[in-house]
């Protein structure tokens, strides 16, 4: 009974495999049909894409070959212009070099008939000159010269005053406007014109304190002046003492340095030193203020730290009794006011005028005149080119380059020709009135020659037998370039020449 239930059991499985066999056999047939006909239909479709996008290439290809067909058209009719206007265009070039030629052979045949014309005419020339000179009896040259001489000698009166009336009109024009311009900015300067002159004579409240500041065996005196550099001169005149140096700080340190040691009373060498060093302090705090002081007062407000320190030695040097910082500072107030009536640079103007005179607060330590050294210290701190060139001209060490030059010269002038601002010594003024009849007198010609106007005038008296009118004229331009020259003035010199023929007859 088991053995048949196991034969029904594997009966029926494998009935039921064989079924699942054919089942399943029967699905995967019917999935490749549906596929197959999905991929067919897939492929009609592509077919008929391609198809189209063939179409549609094909029509776009034959659109780009009939452009490309056009523009070729274009470009050989465009092509056959070009040739046609350049064929043209040789045609004309080829008439135009033609006539050229023709010109060019009739300028020629032009040329040989001016050159032999031009040569008969110098022929006709020569032969009118030589029956001239056989007629007359005088040379081409002799004849010329009689010609000169006659004309010479009739308008000679004429052009003279001529002359004379044109100098005059353009010097009292130039003068009038210069005047104009100068009067106004000395007007507007208001500035005190008291000169603090250093002073070298120290002034003591008694005789007793001479003996003091010598010391036993002259210690102190010697103290004092190793350390400061100065001679104290210790004479006879009542109640004062000479403070003798080169150096002006030195003599002031000297002169501070004094004040304290007799305000103190204690006068050794150890309390010169200390007062010496305190006097030293201060001089250069005062030098520093005081160049601060001018700079401000201007108002300038970029000038290096040197160069303000060196205006401030200014202070303590004086020329011809004026003292050298006021000076600047009113030529840079003048050199302003000037300028801005001229239209020119104000403020480099003002600059220049300030710092013309640096120099001179090295020039005992150095060797060069001031323009040279103030030049040299200018450029050391970087001030600017057209200021130099303002400074080095005011002298006329150097040529004027700019208009501010002309501007701070005639600043300078000014400041030092005003009456009072300078006092020069009697040697020296008759010093420069003797060169300047010396001068004068060595021109051929002069008979005497006068230094008059305190020196701004000189008047020459000429031999009217030696120098005619003419000669007069020349005269006085050439003395005034000598005196431009040769000598050194402040302001100005008005040279006068003067020719006077006196006719003497006696009646008997």
Excluded: C, W
């Excluded at 300028?107 to 007359?136: G, Y």
């Excluded at 000038?303 to 060196?310: A, F, G, R, T, V």
């Amino acid at each position: 009974m088991e053995d048949i239930q196991i034969i029904l059991v594997s009966a029926l499985v494998l009935i039921g495999g064989a079924l699942g066999y054919f089942l399943r056999k029967i699905i995967v047939s019917k999935k490749a049909q549906a596929i197959e006909q999905i991929i067919k239909k897939q492929l009609e479709e592509a077919k008929s894409k391609s198809s189209e996008l063939i179409l549609k290439a094909q029509e776009r290809a034959a659109d780009l070959l009939g452009k490309a067909a056009a523009e070729e058209k274009e470009r050989k009719g465009q092509l056959l212009k070009t040739e046609e206007r350049l064929v043209k265009k040789e045609e004309i070039l080829e008439r135009q070099s033609a006539e050229i030629r023709t010109k060019d052979e009739q300028n020629q045949a032009l040329a040989k008939e001016l050159e032999t014309t031009k040569n008969e005419i110098a022929n006709l020339k020569n032969e009118v000159i030589a029956q001239l000179e056989k007629i007359s009896g005088f040379s081409k040259d002799e004849a010329k010269e009689v010609i000169l001489r006659d004309t010479r000698e009739r308008y000679q009166k004429e052009l003279v005053q001529s002359l004379e009336k044109l100098e005059k009109d353009k010097r009292e024009e130039l003068e009038k406007k210069s005047l104009e311009i100068m009067t106004t900015a000395i007007q507007r300067l208001s500035r005190s014109h008291v000169a603090d002159v250093t002073t070298t004579a120290f002034d003591l409240k008694s005789e007793d304190l001479k003996g003091k500041i010598i010391g036993r065996e002259g210690r102190n005196i010697r103290a004092l002046e190793r350390l400061t550099g100065v001679e104290l001169i210790i004479d006879e005149t009542p109640d004062s003492l000479v403070i003798s140096s080169f150096d002006p700080v030195r003599r002031e340190v000297a002169k501070v340095a004094l004040g304290k040691l007799i305000a103190d009373g204690r006068i050794q060498p150890a309390k010169i030193e200390e007062k010496v060093e305190e006097a030293k302090q201060e001089i250069n705090k005062r030098t520093v203020e005081e160049g601060e002081k001018a700079a401000h007062e201007l108002g300038i407000y970029n000038l290096p730290k040197e160069i303000i320190q060196l205006l401030g030695r200014l202070y303590f040097r004086s020329s011809f009794g004026q003292n050298v910082l006021l000076h600047s500072i009113e030529t840079a107030y003048l050199a302003s006011m000037i300028a801005s009536e001229l239209g020119l640079n104000v403020e480099v103007a003002k600059k220049a005028g300030l710092l013309h005179d640096i120099g001179k607060s090295i020039d005992y330590e150095a060797e060069g005149s001031h323009v040279e050294l103030g030049r040299k210290i200018l450029k050391k701190y970087g001030i600017e080119e057209e200021i130099i060139k303002a400074v080095e001209s005011h002298h006329e060490e150097y040529p004027f380059s700019t208009s501010e030059s002309f501007v701070v010269a005639a600043a300078d002038a000014i400041s030092a020709a005003r009456p009072g601002a300078r006092r020069d010594t009697l040697e020296n003024y008759l010093k420069r009135l003797a060169e300047l009849e010396k001068v004068a007198v060595g021109f051929k010609g002069v008979k005497n020659a006068y230094a008059i106007s305190a020196g701004r005038e000189l008047r020459i008296f000429v031999k009217p037998e030696k120098i005619d009118d003419f000669g007069a004229l020349q005269l006085a331009r050439d003395i005034a370039l000598k005196i431009e020259s040769e000598l050194k003035y402040p302001g100005e010199i008005k040279v006068t020449v003067v020719r006077e023929t006196r006719a003497v007859e006696y009646a008997k």
